[in-house]
């Protein structure tokens, strides 16, 4: 920040999607009025303005309602028909107002210290972003380049837990893209770093603060449907960007690439082999061939370097061989063992 805020000054704008989370979204909200409140209680932060914009990404249950309800000063609600959670976050950047922009999902909350956490060491560093992992922390703040290496490809993938100059988004065009319901995260992501390149914009801090709720019903954690061949079409767009940048990444950092992207073809052909008859009876068969053999092509271009092999654990080894040898007896064997 530049020095204190002054009164009245939107420093934070919070944009929340929403959708089908009628039992969530008030706690949601009143843990952000919290952490808003304690924010205001430090002498460095009076006057800091956390507004709330709310996206009711086309609900059909009481989402839509209350978010109408919880609507006050700094607590905008928009309704659009169903288009994806990109979409919704894409409305809530064009309405945020604020210097930062923070995004939290409606099923989770965060603690009364987050925004305190975010901004004392934005204030102290500078930075375009902050974020705060529970996993591994750097002292040096890094590059677009070094954030691809030492965050995107190494499983820090989510938007949430991350304070972003909305400008830094706003000048380097970075929105999610739409029509993906698994990956949008990480390709946000990605393409902001590959945008800021060599420039010094990240700093990454092992803090907590952020609680974030396991949606049993998630994308990726429900029988095989066909928004998993998302986790395919995500990867091969991560090569993409990444080649267009045209930056020469170390052979280590390809091969991480190289790795989730077997990993991610395994886990979509786990979900086929894992389909329960009726599932199997109600889906659409040819679908169901096309994604797996994406997945077998995704995972032959991964193994192009014989260098991965190293990376993946003696499980994943096994199963890839297998797999690649014979895909059906792999199917029927991984479905029989896992049920």
């Not at 609900?59 to 978010?67: E, L, Q």
């Not at 490809?153 to 698994?182: C, D, S, Y």
Request: charged fraction near 30%; include cysteine.
């Amino acid at each position: 920040m530049d020095g204190k805020p002054t009164e009245s000054a939107i420093v934070i704008s919070v944009i929340i999607p929403v959708y089908q989370a009628e039992k969530s979204i008030r706690g949601c909200v009143e843990s952000v009025k919290e952490a808003a409140a304690h924010l205001n209680s430090d002498a460095d932060f009076s006057g800091s303005i956390v507004e709330i914009i709310l996206v009711d990404d086309g609900s059909t249950d009481g989402g839509r309602r209350i978010c109408d309800e919880l609507t006050a000063e700094y607590v905008i609600a928009r309704h659009t028909k169903n288009h994806g959670v990109s979409h919704a976050r894409n409305i809530g950047i064009e309405l945020a107002r604020g210097e930062y922009i923070v995004f939290i999902d409606a099923d989770d909350t965060v603690r009364k210290e987050y925004f305190l956490d975010l901004l004392k060491k934005e204030d102290e560093t500078g930075f375009d972003l902050i974020d705060i992992t529970s996993k591994k922390a750097f002292d040096d703040p890094m590059s677009g380049y070094e954030y691809v290496e030492n965050a995107v490809l190494a499983e820090n993938t989510h938007v949430w837990g991350k304070l972003f100059r909305r400008q830094m988004l706003l000048k380097n065009k970075v929105i999610f893209p739409e029509g993906l319901a698994i990956g949008e995260d990480m390709l946000f992501l990605l393409d902001m770093a590959l945008k800021l390149g060599d420039k010094k914009f990240a700093y990454v801090t092992k803090k907590d603060g952020y609680n974030y709720s396991e949606n049993e019903d998630g994308a990726m954690n429900s029988e095989f449907k066909e928004s998993y061949a998302h986790q395919l079409v995500c990867w091969q767009k991560a090569e993409e960007l990444i080649n267009k940048s045209g930056h020469k990444f170390s052979d280590e950092t390809m091969d991480r690439l190289s790795a989730i992207q077997i990993m991610a073809a395994m886990l979509v052909a786990g979900k086929i082999a894992c389909m329960s008859r009726e599932a199997k009876k109600k889906a659409d068969k040819d679908m169901v061939n096309t994604t797996l053999s994406a997945s077998y092509d995704l995972v032959k271009h991964g193994l192009k370097s014989g260098r991965v092999y190293r990376l993946l654990d003696r499980g994943y080894k096994m199963k890839v061989s297998f797999f690649m040898s014979s895909r059906n007896l792999y199917l029927a064997l991984y479905g029989a063992l896992k049920k």
